[in-house]
């Protein structure tokens, strides 16, 4: 996985993204795009729906339409109704399934582009079928509004609506000059480029109004997931996010530490030095634990009142061990003022669960494990670190040096 599963920076370079309006019809990052496309598929899958259903029943009738107003029956009829029925009307009731089969399916934009495309040359046969009849022409606006129709309802991404909204528009043009050479061409001229800078327009604006109601959505929901204080994920996300990572160690074998650490005489803190002394102790706790927590398969966050959470991916015995002694001293380290205390300072008991997950375990028997630690650690005095193990060698952690575990240590 390339990109970090959670994390506060997430929310942050949302934000920032949000801020930024220049880049609001593209987002930088890969991964944004890459999301907002899935959530664009989701959310417009029921127009899109509605919008493959119009041209299904309209090329089931065209036939119908050509045979009895404009009583034609030539070849161009037999290869409308190849096109409409034999072609576009199947293609339609094929989106339509997948849409509501599995509408996140990249398929379902590409279906839904190549019936736009056969509608619409569709249209333009009928149109070139009508002007054969005298005094019986149909409208070119009425081939035009596919594209209208398609830039305001499909909620399709620029790079993939903008080449064929100028692709139909420009070989309409062409179209119409074989067929009708100057006569009358400067009318259908005028109305092609007004109905495709409408199009374009309205394309624009339905991509910006898209991505900023995902922006909006992606921040709010993350902002409720994350802690007030230290911005750190909350028991919510973090309960979200800890099946997932954990999952992930036990399809590939990998070792999870679980760290519970809660700080000591917290309370008397808030008692001696006022709430807003304890908010800034839990401020800079949360920003020394965020350091820790700052690899891709990592996770740190605030599990309720004085207590935080520190999952680590594939760490070894040694550098277990040497996380959670750094995680005492250097919160001890901070120097932060609390006279109830015994020493004069806060500190913080850690109690570390580490172990593979085995088939039938459960994050829940993690937390518990490391919980059974934290109290041993509280029991001891406190201002210290416990680890617990399973008895399963085969679940063990090797008791190795682990240097890939030095990327997500702070320098002392």
């Not at 149909?138 to 903008?162: D, N, T, Y």
């Not at 921040?219 to 990572?245: C, F, H, K, Y």
Request: net charge neutral; with cysteine; glycine share 8%.
């Amino acid at each position: 996985m390339a990109q970090k599963v959670v994390g506060h920076s997430r929310l942050i370079d949302l934000q920032q993204q949000a801020a930024n309006r220049r880049m609001r019809n593209g987002f930088e990052s890969p991964a944004f795009e890459q999301d907002y496309a899935l959530w664009l598929r989701i959310h417009s899958a029921p127009m899109r729906r509605w919008l493959m259903a119009v041209p299904f029943f309209a090329m089931v009738l065209a036939p119908v339409y050509c045979t009895l107003m404009l009583h034609t029956y030539s070849t161009e009829l037999i290869w409308l109704g190849v096109i409409g029925l034999g072609i576009t009307a199947p293609l339609c009731a094929f989106s339509i399934i997948l849409l509501y089969r599995n509408p996140t399916s990249a398929l379902t934009t590409r279906m839904l582009l190549v019936s736009a495309i056969v509608v619409f040359w569709a249209a333009a046969l009928i149109r070139w079928l009508s002007v054969q009849e005298e005094g019986k022409p149909l409208s070119p606006e009425i081939v035009m509004i596919g594209p209208v129709a398609l830039a305001a309802l499909a909620r399709l991404r620029l790079f993939l609506i903008l080449p064929t909204i100028v692709g139909c528009s420009t070989l309409f043009l062409v179209m119409e000059w074989f067929i009708n050479g100057t006569q009358g061409y400067g009318p259908t001229l005028l109305g092609t480029l007004l109905f495709t800078s409408v199009s374009i327009i309205i394309a624009f604006a339905t991509d910006h109004l898209a991505r900023q109601a995902w922006l909006a959505e992606q921040i709010m929901e993350l902002t409720a997931m994350s802690d007030a204080v230290t911005g750190l994920p909350n028991r919510q996300w973090l309960n979200r996010d800890m099946g997932t990572l954990f999952a992930l160690a036990r399809r590939e074998h990998q070792p999870l530490a679980v760290y519970l650490i809660d700080l000591d005489h917290f309370k008397k803190l808030n008692d001696s030095h006022g709430h807003a002394a304890g908010d800034e102790a839990l401020k800079a706790v949360g920003a020394l634990l965020a350091l820790f927590g700052r690899r891709a398969l990592d996770l740190a966050g605030r599990y309720g009142g004085e207590e935080f959470v520190l999952v680590l991916h594939d760490p070894k015995l040694y550098g277990t061990v040497r996380i959670g002694n750094q995680l005492v001293s250097r919160i001890s380290a901070l120097g932060i003022e609390n006279n109830g205390a015994p020493l004069g300072y806060l500190t913080a008991s850690v109690g570390v669960y580490t172990a593979i997950p085995g088939a039938k375990d459960r994050f829940e028997d993690f937390l518990h494990e490391a919980d059974l630690a934290l109290y041993a650690a509280k029991h001891l005095g406190r201002n210290r670190m416990v680890l617990r193990q399973p008895q399963d060698a085969a679940r063990a952690v090797p008791a190795s040096d682990d240097d890939a575990i030095e990327t997500a240590i702070p320098a002392t």
